[in-house]
Each structure stands twice: as C-alpha cells, then as structure tokens.
C-alpha cells in the first residue's frame, strides 16, 4: 500500500512537472522560431527595398532592360541571399551571382500569395502577434512563398510590382535560402526533446525520493497501528517526530488517539471487571440458597419463607442490576432518544406524588416549581428524576428531609434535589458519576443498590444537552443540580 501511494505520488509530480516542461519548451520554441522566421521576412523587405532604390532613374522613373544592372547584395547581405528582376511579362531580366542555383518562380504567382508564415502551427499563430508587438507591419504589398528545392532545402520568396504611374513595369523578387534556419531549428527541437526526457527521468527518481521521504513516518505510524491491533498495547505511542508540519500534527494526533483508546480499554476492561463482580455476589447467594434448601428438608417454614425471600431481593437486585447494564450498554452504543416536547414541572409533580406515596412517613417537599418546557424523551427524564429522588432518600434518615425544586436561568430549566443525609465526601465527588463506583459500599448493596443510577442519570442529562452537578458536605446532605435546554428558552413563574 505504502508503496503504491508512493509511485502514484512520484508519477503525479512527474506528470505535473512533465505538463509545464511541455508547455513551457513549447512556447519557448515558438517564441525562437517564429522570431527568426520573421526576421527573415523582415530581411527579404529590406533588401528588395534598398535594390528598389538604385533602380529608380533621374527621372523618377524605373528603367527595366537588358541593360539594367544590380548592385552588389552581398555588400549588406548574407550570401545565401539573392535578387532577381522581372519585366511586367514575368520574364527575367537580371539577377545577382548567386540567383542561379536558385529554385525559378514565376514573380507573379509569388507576388500575389498572400503571406503566411514560414513555420506554421498552432503555437505560430499564437505567439506571432506578441513577437511584432511594437514593430511596423513586414511589408506593405507584395507577397511571400516558400518553396522546397529538388533536394529538400526550403527556400523563402518575397516578390512586389514595380509599378511607375500606376503602370507594373516589372517585379522584384528577393529570396534567401532556410536551410541553415531549419537545421538550427531542428538541433533545438532535438536538444528540448533530450533535456525534457531527462529533465522527466529527474521528476521521476526525484519524486519517488521526495514520496519515501515524506510517507516514511507514514509507514511508521502504519507498522505501530498494526502492532497494537495485534497486541492490544493501547499504552504504545509513535515517537516525536520533531516536525511542525501535517505528519507532525497527525503523529500527535495519533497519539492522542491510541490515549483516549486506551482509556476507554481500561475503562471497559474496568466496566466488564466489576459488572462481573456484581453479578457474581447476588449468583453466589442464589446459589448457596438453593442448595441450602435441597439439603435442608428439615427447615422450619419460618426459615423456608426467609430463605426464598432473600433469594427473591437477590433475584430482583441482580434483575436491576442488568436492567442498568442493558440501558449503559445503548448508552455506549449511541442510542438516541426520542425527542417530544416535555412539561418538565409536571414531570417533577409526578415523581413527587408517587414517591410520597410510596415513602409514607418521609418528609419530602417541592419548592420554587416553575413551569418549564424542554425537547426530550419523558420516560428517560422521569427515569433521571427518580434516580436522583431514590439516591437521596437511601442516605437520608428518617429525621431528615429531602427537597425537590425547580426553578429558570436564561435558557435553562435547572432541577435540584437536596437532602440532608450522610453527605459525600471531597475525594469520591470526583468520582460518584463512574460505574460501579461506591463511597459506602457496603451500605449500598445492602440498601439494594447497583452502582449505576448516577452513570445513567448523567447520561440521560447529556444526551438532552444538558449536565449534572453535585454539591456535598459531609454530615449536612447533598444537592444534585441538572440543568437542561429548554425549547427556545420558554419558561413562566407558577
């Protein structure tokens, strides 16, 4: 895999780099050809024009016979270029030294071509516009053609009317052999081609370096992952990388990862440890029970009745028990609720009248009951309320007093059950909302209770968006305080 995405990368950054070298050699070229082309041109107009001028007369007029006579061209020419005169019947009157070996076009045909470029292409025709930008048109009539020699060289014609009172007394042709242009142009065509494949090769050993280099802590990270899915060693972490850069940040990210699993594998490992340990008293008492009863057949009916009582409390404790685990178990499995809007005041009336009515002889009271409306699940928060009502009455002697209120904040409805029992104590504050967890356990278990009341109230709160707090002093009771979302913050005094 590692491999894979290396030379996927190598071969991206190859294809890239490969699409600008194209692209920039491409347009370079054409920029150079197409300058020197027209510089061609530019150099066949000049020199017809300076011939032009030693054939005007005295008079003004333009005198095309056999006597007629050129001057030098190779005074201000290369020597591959060359002039021929024409007569207006396009027949050849005179020509420089040079002009023989030279292909023999018709003047007029040239004349009248319109002129194109000397190597056309689309990048021609592209760049054309920018290389005479600032500079005067090549020539004002006449036209151009290229021809090809018997042996393959290119040779470029520029012909114009001589006209004398807007009579044609003849034709001027000035041409100039490419082949030299052209081979010039081809060794740079092949240089491009050879320094843009190695300049390929390069990218793609280059990028293959680069994506080693930088998916090398990839692959590390990889190798860890695969060493704590086998072991389960949550406690590994991946070296510091010493790199502020995105591996940096997804190294730290990964190890903050791998503490938070294993956080949760302890904790699960904790959760499985205890729900164990608790399922294991209330089978062990059953369990003695039973054979008690099936060795004893002399037990009185006294005994008999409380034997199969206690073995009914234990039933219902370890019934209780795995009620809870069932509802932590969604819990953790993230199962929603369903959202209604609720009469949380009602709510709290109910729970007050049936717990009066099930705790006769207890004072409870309620108190500042304001009306508020929340979104939620009404049987989760009724199932809330009386977990924190049944804590608080199992730590409250019968002297003692427990108080249910509800009162606003700005977009809040905020719940408190106060007692005035046993208290908590500092150090377990921390720690009443964990599973299992327990400041007296053995009043607890005695007292019937799972160890998991809390965790779920707690979770009940958050998944309403709200959350529970706690406020204790040892010896004076406790206050539980949840607050909760109300619906668009809606609330009224009763």
């Known amino acids: 895999m590692a491999a894979s995405l290396r030379l996927r990368l190598a071969l991206w950054y190859a294809s890239l780099l490969t699409a600008i070298m194209a ?3 491409a347009l370079s070229y054409a920029f150079h ?11 066949l107009v000049g020199t017809a024009v300076h011939v032009l001028s030693h054939l005007r007369t005295d008079g003004g007029g333009y005198s095309i ?44 045909q040239v004349a009248a071509t319109p002129r194109t470029g000397t190597d056309e292409g689309a990048l021609a025709w592209l760049v054309r516009p920018v290389v005479n930008l600032g500079r005067p048109r090549v020539a004002e009539e006449g036209g151009f053609l290229t021809v090809t020699g018997p042996q393959g060289g290119r040779t470029r014609l520029y012909a114009f009317p001589i006209r004398d009172e807007g009579t044609t007394r003849g034709f001027l042709e000035a041409g100039d052999s490419l082949e030299w242009l ?11 081609a050879v320094m843009s494949g190695v300049g390929i090769a390069g990218a793609l050993l280059g990028g293959w370096a680069i994506a080693g280099s930088a998916l090398r802590p990839v692959s590390a990270m990889a190798g860890t992952a695969r060493a704590i899915a086998l072991a389960r060693g949550f406690s590994r972490r991946l070296p510091d990388l010493g790199r502020r850069d995105e591996l940096g940040q997804l190294a730290a990210t ?17 959760f499985v440890a205890d729900a164990s340990h608790e399922l294991r008293a ?17 037990m009185s009916d006294q005994e008999r009745d409380e034997t199969l009582s206690y073995l009914r409390k234990e039933a219902e404790r370890m019934s209780r028990l795995v009620a809870d685990l069932l509802v932590l178990a969604r819990a953790d499995a993230g199962q929603g609720i369903r959202l209604q809007p609720v009469e949380l005041d009602r709510l709290l009336l109910e729970v007050f009248q049936d717990v009066r009515r099930l705790s006769p002889g207890r004072r409870i009271s309620l108190r500042d009951l304001d009306q508020v409306q929340v979104q939620g699940d009404p049987d989760r928060l009724k199932q809330l309320l ?34 005035t029992g046993i208290g908590i104590a500092p150090e377990d504050l921390a720690h009443i909302f964990e599973r299992f967890y327990r400041a007296d356990k053995a009043r607890s278990r005695e007292q019937g209770g799972t160890g998991l009341g809390l965790s779920i109230a707690r979770w009940i709160a958050e998944r309403h968006g709200g959350h529970i707090d706690v406020e204790s002093t040892i010896g004076k009771g406790s206050t539980f305080i949840v607050r909760l979302p109300t619906v668009d913050g809606r609330h009224r005094k009763l």
């Open 386 to 419: 009386v977990i924190l009502v049944d804590n608080a009455l199992k730590y409250t002697p019968e002297s003692g007093e427990v108080q249910l209120a509800l009162h606003t904040e700005p977009g809040s409805g905020v719940i408190t059950v106060a007692d």
């Open 282 to 298: 209330p089978l062990t008492a059953i369990q003695g029970n039973l054979e008690l009863l099936e060795r004893s057949a002399q």
């Open 182 to 192: 052209d081979q010039s142009m081809a060794r740079l065509r092949w240089v491009l």
């Open 23 to 25: 692209v920039t050699l």
């Open 254 to 270: 990964f190890n903050e990862m791998l503490a938070s699993l294993d956080e949760a594998y302890k904790a699960q490992q904790r």
């Open 65 to 108: 016979d056999g006597s007629t006579t050129l001057p030098p061209v190779d005074e201000f020419a290369s020597q591959d270029i060359y002039v021929r005169l024409y007569d207006a019947g396009g027949h050849q009157v005179a020509s420089s030294p040079n002009a023989g070996r030279q292909p023999d076009i018709d003047p007029r």
């Open 33 to 43: 050809s197409t300058s020197h082309y027209e510089d061609v041109d530019r150099f």
